[in-house]
C-alpha cells in the first residue's frame, strides 16, 4: 500500500480502505441501481413521476438531516455501535421496498435506507480523520473516490438488466444482500477507530458548542459549499437523466445503463486527474481547476442544448464532462471540510454531508418541478451549478490561499 495510504500504526491491521470504499459506495449504489425503473415505477403505481421522483427526494432528505444526529452520535459512542445499527437499518428497509405493495411505503422505506445509508457513509468520512495521518487524508479519499467510481459507473448498467428481465423489486434485493454482506464484515473486522470519544457530545451544550466551532469556521466554508454544489450538480443528472434519455431522448431502458454509465465514467477519470493534480499543484489549485471544468462543462451543455442538439450525446457528454469535474472536487471538499477538526470529525462530517443533500434536494426539486419534456431545464440547472461552484471557490478560498 502506498504510504500516502497507510493507516496509522494501532489500525494497521483492519482492511480500513476496503471498507471505507464499500460504505462510500452503498449511496451511489442506492440511487442508480434503480435509476431505470423509475418510469416503471410510474405505470406499475399509476402514479405520476413527480410522484416517484420522491423516492430519491426523500431518500436526500433522510440522508442529510440523519447526519446532523450520526455524527455527534458517533463522536461520543464511537463509529463502530453506530455503524452498525446502521447497516441493520438499512437492511430492513431495503427487505421493505422490494415488498412495498403501494409508492407510499415504497417511499417511507427508503427514508429509513437512507439513515442506514448515511451512518455509512459519513463514519467513513469520520473514520479517514480518525485512522490517517490529516496530511495524507485527502489522498485517500481520493483514492477511495476512484474506486468508488466503480458503483455509479456499473449499478446503472446492472439496474437495466435486472429491471429488463426482473422487474424493479429486483434492485431492492441486491441493496439487501449488499448489507447484510457489509454489516457481518463490519462487525468481525472494524475496530473502533474514535479514540477520543467526546461524552458531552449529544448534550445541547456540547452540539452547540460543535455546530458553531465548525458553522464558524471560513475553512469548512471555502471546502464544504463547493462540494456540497458540485454534488448537486451530478444530482440533477440522477434525477432527471432516465427520464429524459427513455422519455424524452427515446433510448431503450436495456441501453439506458451504458449511457448513463458511459457518462459516470468521467466520474472515475476525474478521481485519477485529481490524485495527479494534488500531489503536483496541492489541493488549493486543484480545487480551482476542478471549479472551472464545472463552469465549462455547464456552459457548454447549455450552449448545446439553446443550439437545438436534442440527441442522447449531448446528455452523456455533459454528464461526463460534470462529473469529471466532481470527480477532482468532492474528494477535496471532503476532506478540506473535515480535517480542520480531529475533535469534531462526525460533526463536521455530518454538517457537510447535510449541506451536500439539502442542496440535492434542491436541485432534484427543481429538476422535477421544471421538467417540461425538453432538455432546456437540466441544461439552464447544471450551468447555473457550475457558475455558482465556479464563484464558491474563489470568494470563500481562505486569506493565504487566496492571495
Known amino acids: 500500500m502506498n504510504s500516502d495510504t497507510r493507516p496509522l500504526p494501532q489500525f494497521a491491521h483492519a482492511p480500513l480502505l476496503l471498507l471505507i470504499i464499500a460504505f462510500l459506495m452503498m449511496q451511489p449504489l442506492s440511487t442508480d441501481l434503480y435509476l431505470a425503473s423509475l418510469p416503471t415505477l410510474s405505470s406499475d403505481f399509476k402514479v405520476p413521476l413527480s410522484t416517484v421522483q420522491l423516492t430519491l427526494s426523500l431518500f436526500v432528505i433522510g440522508f442529510g438531516s440523519a447526519q446532523l444526529v450520526i455524527g455527534p452520535l458517533s463522536d461520543r459512542y464511537g463509529r463502530r455501535p453506530v455503524l452498525l445499527w446502521g447497516l441493520a437499518l438499512y437492511a430492513v428497509g431495503s427487505v421493505l421496498c422490494g415488498l412495498a405493495p403501494s409508492i407510499e411505503l415504497l417511499i417511507l422505506a427508503r427514508f ?27 489522498k485517500v479519499i481520493a483514492r477511495a473516490s476512484t474506486w468508488l467510481s466503480l458503483a455509479p459507473l456499473l449499478a446503472p448498467i446492472l439496474g437495466s438488466y435486472l429491471q429488463v428481465a426482473f422487474g424493479w423489486r429486483a434492485a431492492f434485493a441486491v441493496h439487501t444482500l449488499l448489507s447484510v454482506s457489509l454489516l457481518l464484515l463490519t462487525f468481525l473486522r472494524l475496530p473502533e477507530t474514535n479514540l477520543h470519544k467526546n461524552p458531552g457530545a449529544t448534550n445541547f451544550a456540547g452540539l452547540s458548542h460543535s455546530f458553531r466551532l465548525v458553522l ?3 475553512e469548512f466554508w471555502a ?25 424524452v431522448l427515446h433510448v431503450p431502458t436495456a441501453y439506458f445503463g451504458y449511457c448513463f454509465a458511459i457518462g459516470v465514467s468521467g ?13 503536483r ?11 472551472a471544468i464545472s463552469l465549462g462543462a455547464g456552459t457548454l451543455f447549455l450552449a448545446a442544448v439553446l443550439a437545438g442538439f ?4 449531448v446528455m452523456v457528454a455533459a454528464m461526463f464532462l460534470t462529473l469529471s469535474a466532481h470527480g477532482i472536487n468532492f474528494p477535496i471538499g471532503q476532506s478540506g471540510a473535515v480535517s480542520p477538526f480531529p475533535r469534531q470529525a462526525g460533526t463536521a462530517a455530518g454538517l457537510m454531508g447535510a449541506l451536500s443533500m439539502l442542496v440535492a434536494f434542491i436541485v432534484g426539486s427543481i429538476v422535477g418541478a421544471t421538467h417540461n419534456g425538453t432538455l432546456y431545464p437540466l441544461g439552464l440547472v447544471v450551468c447555473a451549478l457550475g457558475l455558482s461552484i465556479f464563484a464558491a471557490t474563489r470568494l470563500l478560498a481562505p486569506a493565504e490561499a487566496a492571495a
Open 223 to 247: 471546502y464544504a459549499l463547493p462540494g456540497a454544489l458540485s454534488y448537486g450538480s451530478i444530482f440533477a443528472f440522477i434525477s432527471g437523466a432516465s427520464i429524459v434519455l427513455i422519455q
Open 281 to 291: 499543484l496541492g489541493a488549493t489549485a486543484t480545487f480551482r481547476i476542478g471549479s
Open 112 to 138: 429509513l435506507q437512507a439513515v442506514g445509508c448515511c451512518s455509512a457513509v459519513m463514519i467513513a468520512r469520520a473514520i479517514v480523520r480518525d485512522a490517517y495521518d490529516p496530511v495524507h487524508s485527502v
Open 267 to 279: 466520474y472515475l477519470s476525474g478521481t485519477l486527474v485529481c490524485r495527479r493534480l494534488l500531489s
Open 216 to 218: 464558524g469556521s471560513r
Open 310 to 313: 436534442a440527441h442522447w450525446s
